[in-house]
């Protein structure tokens, strides 16, 4: 389909140097926060002017439905452009009333963080690049962004129209490349003063390791095992839908998705078999056949990763309602999977999947779902379904998740933060949560 190039440490380190310029001299350095928000606009502007190929090429690449694409990945893209873009002119500090013994005004700053590094995935890839960049140009940072060798291509067409839009030389430098080539030396460089990172916990654990070198900040949106509870009350339909869409948008390879299904007794067998039933609405093929719901895997690796965690399931003992192996003999498809009869201890519970495969388990009360939603290394995201507005809060209190969703799933705003509990991540995404990692706060004191 494309040629693309193979970044390697030199061209880490040549991009490194031209954002590193950009930043501490450069025409960036001077701009008004009022001329950024304009260029992240304008951006914005060309985007949207470009939406059908951006669609097209997220298809393409990923192989994600291309209806899937209009509606989700570009549009959430654009307006986090413009959500930043109105960030750039409302990065305040505040003004500290002083208890020391003297006479002293005191002011804090908000400060760009410097030269940041951007890793990110194959599953949304400009919506991924969106929520990187447009919080570190709003700020004033420079960055150098790395797109999954999976899938650069709208990075790249992302980045002619950042030229477009006329954002000065070195504030973004897109460097292609895999994530031993060009992630490492990015994670591990000494002029990057901070790395963002989207991806698989165990990624983001050897991000960690290399960012140790200078100490770099470090914001990492790791992998999820999401509960998605449905308390008896609901009105299955809308919890059967629900559920399905949980797990299954984007071909299930959403950090997010609603992978451990947890249905109150009463209507559980209702529930599953609802959801084993509605896949067989769903239409598997390319991306570009209008009728098609679900598309491939995006690689050769991840058939083989989803259809092993199906074979494990089943060795361990799990069974299956609805689909459990690949679809079809070439591609990289896989049937949409709801396995029963599992339990805690098997590996497709505990571990994260990233395919279109559900658990289910069947739960008695509410302590009982609380320390099942809660017996995992993640805490990504929840999902709760219920018509009683008190069950619904509490339980949302005492999830250990960064998003939760009642009566919901999946819904995501420029607006509110996402990011992760526990092993799913350190700090958030969008909203003005995020400003604060890409941003240094300076305490000026000054005596009277
Ligand atoms: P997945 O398992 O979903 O493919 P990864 O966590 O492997 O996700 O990849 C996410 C991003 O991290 C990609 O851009 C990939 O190239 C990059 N990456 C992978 N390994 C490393 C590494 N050791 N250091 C830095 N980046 C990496």
Not at 126 to 150: F, H, N, R
Not at 215 to 225: A, F, I, R, W
Not at 429 to 439: C, I, K, R
Request: hydrophobic fraction near 45%; charged fraction near 20%.
């Amino acid at each position: 389909m494309a040629h693309v190039a193979q970044g390697e440490k030199e061209d880490i380190d040549r991009a490194v140097r031209a954002a590193r310029r950009t930043f501490d001299s450069g025409p960036w350095h001077t701009m008004t926060p009022s001329m950024r928000g304009r260029l992240l606009n304008k951006l914005a502007d060309l985007a949207e002017q470009h939406s059908e190929e951006f669609a097209q090429l997220e298809s393409l690449d990923n192989g994600k439905p291309l209806s899937v694409a209009r509606a989700a990945d570009v549009p959430l893209a654009i307006d986090m452009f413009c959500y930043m873009a109105g960030w750039a002119t409302k990065i305040e500090g505040n003004t500290i009333p002083m208890s020391f013994p003297g006479q002293y005004f005191a002011y804090t700053l908000r400060e760009p963080v410097g030269v940041v590094g951007q890793i990110i995935p194959w599953n949304f890839p400009l919506l991924m690049a969106a929520w990187k960049l447009a919080p570190a140009l709003a700020v004033g940072c420079t960055s150098i962004l790395k797109p999954a060798q999976q899938t650069p291509l709208s990075a790249l067409r992302l980045g002619e129209l950042i030229m477009e839009a006329g954002f000065p030389a070195g504030v973004v430098n897109i460097v292609t490349g895999f994530g031993s080539g060009a992630g490492a030396p990015l994670a591990a460089h000494p002029a990057v003063d901070k790395i963002a990172f989207t991806g698989s916990t165990e990624v983001g654990k050897m991000i960690l390791q290399a960012a140790a070198g200078n100490l770099k900040k470090v914001s990492l949106e790791l992998g999820g095992k999401a509960p998605n509870i449905v308390l008896k009350d609901m009105d299955v339909q809308t919890a059967i839908a629900g559920a399905a869409h949980a797990i299954f948008f984007n071909q299930g390879q959403v950090c997010c998705a609603g992978s451990r299904l947890y249905v109150e007794k009463g209507v559980f067998d209702q529930v599953v078999e609802g959801v084993a039933e509605h896949t067989k609405k769903i239409k598997i093929g390319s991306g570009f056949d209008p009728s098609v719901t679900m598309g491939p895997l995006v690689s050769d690796e991840q058939l083989s990763r989803v259809t092993g965690y199906l074979q494990l399931g089943m060795s361990e003992g799990a069974k299956s309602l609805a689909g459990g192996q690949r679809y079809g003999d070439h591609g990289y498809f896989v049937e949409p999977t709801v396995l029963v009869s599992t339990n805690q201890n098997m590996r497709v519970v505990r571990e994260e999947i990233f395919g279109p495969v559900v658990v289910a388990q069947p739960f008695d009360d509410l302590d009982e779902i609380l320390s099942l939603a809660n017996d995992t290394v993640f805490g990504l995201s929840a999902g709760i379904w219920t018509r009683d507005i008190s069950k619904a809060h509490r339980i949302a209190a005492q999830l250990k998740a960064g998003t939760v969703w009642i009566n919901c799933y999946n819904v995501f705003d420029a607006a509110l933060p996402f990011g992760g509990y526990k092993q799913s991540g350190w700090g958030r995404e969008m909203g003005h949560a995020v400003l604060e990692s890409y941003t240094e706060v300076k305490s000026v004191c000054i005596g009277l």
